[in-house]
């Protein structure tokens, strides 16, 4: 060990902290032949018994009782302590409540809806069937079956695939009829959709019977695997489709629907 | 149920910003003595550490909901409060130690104070000598000294009220240690050249 390890240990030794023994064995013996080191290690344990002897004279010393008299009057008097606590821990619990109730009462909301709705629904569940084999082979007759699908969609049979419910927005789509090749009317007219394409090898003679069509949620990916462009940012979204179902349930075909974009 | 003199500080400090009196009463009687004598050995005003104390319990009345266990104890929160209000009180109030030395090396030149060497043998001289020197040293190295030497805390336990590492505490200590002795060093020569006059008079007694 050299002065200047010893320099960095003097504070240490002097004030008596544990260290490594091998360290202090050395230490002691550069102590013992440095003499320079010898004496600021006495220098540094004359501080430390200075610095005790200080703490040991001012350990009884302590604030006067003025102190705590003034500290106690400003206690009792109001609204110096605040007790946030308590009301943190409660806050949770209270905001809880408030949310089950709304939850309630929103759910009342929509019961009350649907019930008051539920005349009109069943009349368009009873619309007719689509004649799927006619909007699959002409576009005028696409755009007629387009309109009367649209009543199929809104069938509650199909709720659980997402269909449009709105049964409102029926009379608006008896204008809608002539439209753009490859942009046929949907039955809101804020939505375009393309040509129905077949899925796997068309029989006709399963839809003679008629069909169904139903509104589903398809990934954007499966635009691609009919030849769509797809734009690969929105490669994750979802996009809506019409899925015709003949009469066996099995899907025949299928058209991708968009919102129409206002101007 | 425990009796409250058995209750932790934290257990204290929640009963009291509940409003209980006693648990106040409790807290600043285990406490204040500390925090008071570090306000003084900080100043090395009566009047400064009295304030002081009052602040800080004060401060502990209206936020002490800040207090987070998780971060260290009650003493070592109340210890950061006094501190900052210290500080202000310097930077503040532009209070003066009685001694205004810079941190360099050099030797405190008023400490002598020209005693007679019998005199600067006595212990209260030499505590006097110690707490001046401590007064004037720059603020960052005393407050290291104050909570490691005189309040005999770890170095964990400072560095938890400085907010600083632990070896930025061992090396501020270090440093204030031998600035100390610098200031000492004509009393503590003088003292044992005084004790070496003694001892050579014996032998030649």
Known sequence: MNCQKFESLATELARGEMMDVDVLADARVHQAACSTCSSRLRDEEVLTRGLHSLAIEMNSLQASPSVEERLLASFRQPGVVVPLAPVRNYRPYWLTAVAAILLIVFGLVAVVWRGSNKPKNDLVGRQPAVEAPKQIKTDNDEKNVATSQDNAVNSPKQSKLKPNRNPRELPAKAARVNKPENAVANHASNEVATDFLPLGYLNPASLQDGGQIVRVEVPRTTMASFGFPVNMDRYN????????????????AIRFVQEKRSQ | MKPKTDLTDAELLRLMMSGDEESFTL?????????????????????????????????????????????????????????????????????????????????????????????????AEMIDNVRRAVLSLPERYREVVVLCELQELSYGETAEILGCAIGTVRSRLHRARGLLLAKLRPNQEAEVLSSAAVESARCFA
């Open chain 2, 27 to 123: 807290l600043y009687k285990r406490r204040h003595p500390s925090i008071y004598r570090f306000a003084l050995q900080m100043s090395g005003s009566q009047q400064v550490a009295e304030d002081v104390t009052h602040d800080v319990f004060l401060f502990l009345m209206k936020d002490g909901h800040v207090f987070d266990p998780n971060r260290g104890s009650v003493s070592s929160f109340l210890f950061g409060v006094a501190r900052n209000y210290v500080l202000r009180r310097f930077r503040g109030d532009q209070l003066t130690v009685p001694f205004t030395e810079s941190e360099d090396d050099e030797p405190l030149e008023q400490v002598g104070n020209e005693p007679s060497p019998i005199e600067e043998l006595t212990k």
């Open chain 1, 237 to 252: 979204e979802r996009v809506k489709a019409d899925v015709l179902l003949g009469i066996d349930g099995v899907p025949h």
